[in-house]
């Protein structure tokens, strides 16, 4: 896994994040993660839109809205206070940094109108890591999957898990990550994930919640 600091290549894999400024948050209710994620599936398209004419087509339901076909493939994604991380694929030439770039206006945009304020919110552009062995790619899923744990236990990777139980609840009531979606539950969020342009490393659900057990039992040695 390595920093990529020339352009991304379609078809390659990398993993996505960015914060606020000063690490300050970016998402303070349940209505900024919700249309953050919305954006997540909105903007994964050529076209240009504006999203109250998005929430006020006739279905008013933005997960049905025809966006024409997607520029990236999303793999995992989580959202915590005051970062993101995204699991991408591009599928033609710039598609991953249009993709962020669309995503980020029209958050802020969103953002500065609902907090009345103005000027730039993230901390500069988005960081980027270059996936390149298969092993940091199967890695990357519980990463991204697995952060939500610091909000109820930040010291976990040092010190293990202290109610294992307890943690997996936590995670399966997070609703700002396609944690969810591994586990086939059945959501509109689904159609942010496409998962056939990853490797099938979780054939089944059960192959995936054996992998996530074994990080919560032993850690993080990749880190």
């Known amino acids: 896994m390595s920093i990529r600091k020339n352009a991304l290549i379609p078809g390659e894999y990398y993993h996505l994040y960015n914060r606020g400024n000063s690490k300050q948050k970016i998402f303070h209710d349940a209505q900024d993660y919700r ?8 903007c994964n398209s050529k076209n240009n839109f504006k999203m109250f004419l998005v929430e006020n087509t006739s279905n008013k ?9 997607p520029i990236v493939s999303i793999g995992a994604y989580c959202l915590m206070p005051n970062h993101f991380h995204i699991l991408i694929t591009g599928k033609e ?40 062995e298969d092993r940091y790619l199967k890695y ?49 969020q689904k159609e942010i994930i496409e998962r056939k342009s990853y490797p099938n490393y979780f054939p089944s659900v059960k192959n995936f919640q054996k992998e996530i057990a074994e990080w919560l039992s032993y850690g993080y040695p990749l880190d």
């Open 35 to 42: 249309r953050f994620i919305t954006l997540l599936y909105t």
């Open 61 to 69: 339901d933005p997960y049905l809205w025809d966006r024409g076909k």
């Open 93 to 132: 030439k710039d598609s991953i940094s249009k993709f962020v770039q669309k995503v980020s206006t029209a958050y802020v945009m969103y953002y500065n109108q609902k907090y009345k304020r103005t000027g730039g919110l993230f901390e500069g552009k988005f960081k980027s890591e270059y996936l390149l």
């Open 140 to 188: 990357i899923f519980s990463y991204i999957h697995l952060n939500p744990i610091k909000l109820i236990q930040k010291d976990w990777k040092e010190v293990g898990i202290r109610d294992k139980k307890a943690t997996l609840k936590y995670l399966e009531n997070y609703e700002y990550s396609s944690y969810l979606e591994y586990l086939g539950t059945k959501r509109k």
